[in-house]
């Protein structure tokens, strides 16, 4: 629907050497072979001049490892591989996951990438300690920083002063804005990412009072400050002075659906302060923005949206899609993750952190991941903009985060 391969993934940092690459296969074999999310084919729909049909998904009787599993030729980069693995479509007549090893100097990465329909963030960080050895700790439950207390209604409608507060347009970054590529064709991503000092995290998420910031919050604070930092002062970007506007995943999952393989997250769209010069009051703005954006105003707007859409007809449908896929309506897609706390490892090898990898953005956008891995943060970016944009953001945003911290006041830190 975006025009883009919907490739999303997870890199899973350790020391020590790689296993064979049969052991892991049997491994994932042993442990993920009994999943039916794993074992499904998305099917085109059959083609049809007067009806616009839906995909839809074939369960398979197995999964064979050996076309999932894979090991990166020797001498490959890390980076380099991420950025080629969300930049391609995985393959149509497979179940759409594969899983990679990559040697990193004097340790491997376990990558795992999978279309975004079959499996979200959440999904990713399962399935992967499903496959590790690990011993979780106390409060060792995940965490998006922002979590819906409800599901989608199937019959949700959205009243039109509402839906046209949502919809309304924003604006683009100031950046020349690619030709769109060929749904099967490799996108000109530009990937980069970043080890977080966990001493500057940790002053920035206590800079609020009471209980301090959360990642989500420094997050889009974080990118507000980078783009003012690459781009300059936003009074200066060409076009109207409107807001711009980023959005961040939710997970709409219950605690009774802590275990659900799948894709359950929405988006929550937010105006980025980019126009405040200071780093503290951008910080705190994202904090109210976020407060003010619950699972009502939040998720289920998204899925409002979309149901009252699908009422109308294809014609709101298509006309929906390009206004969510142009680059003025979203700007900027934002994502946390929290790994499980507790000890992890693989056969003996010790994790160190998680990369995560965000989609592909639409043409003229950006992406940001943050992750938490027992307390080693790591931050990716991804732009669909220019070569060296990303990398231009992420050392922009790992600047901006002593400036968060300035100000810290005691405060009782979130987990």
Known sequence: MRGVPETIGMAALFTGEPPPLGALRERVAERWGELPRLRQVLCPPAPSPWLRRRHRWQVLDRFDARHHVFAAD??????????????????????PWQLRTVRTGEGFAIVLTAHHALLDGRSLERLLTRLFDGDPGRGSGTSSGVSAVRTLRARTAVP??????????????????????????????????????????????????????????????????????????????PGAPRPLYAAFAVDLRTPQENEVLGNRISVVRVPLPVTAGDAGERLAACQGLLAAYGPVAGPDMAG?????????????LRALTARVTSPRYVAVAGAVMKW???????????????????????????????????????????????????????????????????????????S
Not at 227 to 237: K, N, Q, S
Not at 304 to 316: D, E, S, Y
């Open 74 to 95: 020797d001498g490959t980069e890390l980076s380099d591989l991420l950025g080629r693995l969300v930049a391609r479509p995985l393959p149509a007549k497979a179940p």
């Open 304 to 316: 409002g949206i979309v149901n009252t859409a699908a009422r109308l007809g294809p014609w709101a």
């Open 160 to 237: 039109a002063p509402r839906l046209r507060s949502a919809m309304g347009p924003g604006r683009g970054l100031p950046v020349p804005v690619p030709r769109p590529s060929r749904p099967q064709q490799p996108q000109r991503l530009d990937l980069a990412w970043t080890e977080v000092d966990a001493r500057a995290m940790k002053a920035a998420r206590r800079s609020l009072p009471g209980m301090g910031a959360s990642l989500n919050e420094l997050l889009l604070a974080g990118a507000a400050g980078a783009l003012r930092t690459v781009h300059g002062e936003p009074a200066r970007w």
């Open 340 to 414: 499980p706390r507790g000890t992890w490892s693989l056969d003996g090898r010790p994790l160190e952190r998680v990369v995560p990898l965000p989609p592909v953005p639409v043409a003229g956008t950006v992406g940001l991941a943050l992750t938490d891995c027992g307390g080693a943060f790591t931050l990716c970016a991804v732009s669909h903009t220019f070569p060296g944009h990303a990398r231009l953001l992420a050392d922009a945003f790992i600047r901006e985060l002593p400036a968060l911290g300035l100000t810290a006041r005691p405060a009782a830190g979130r």
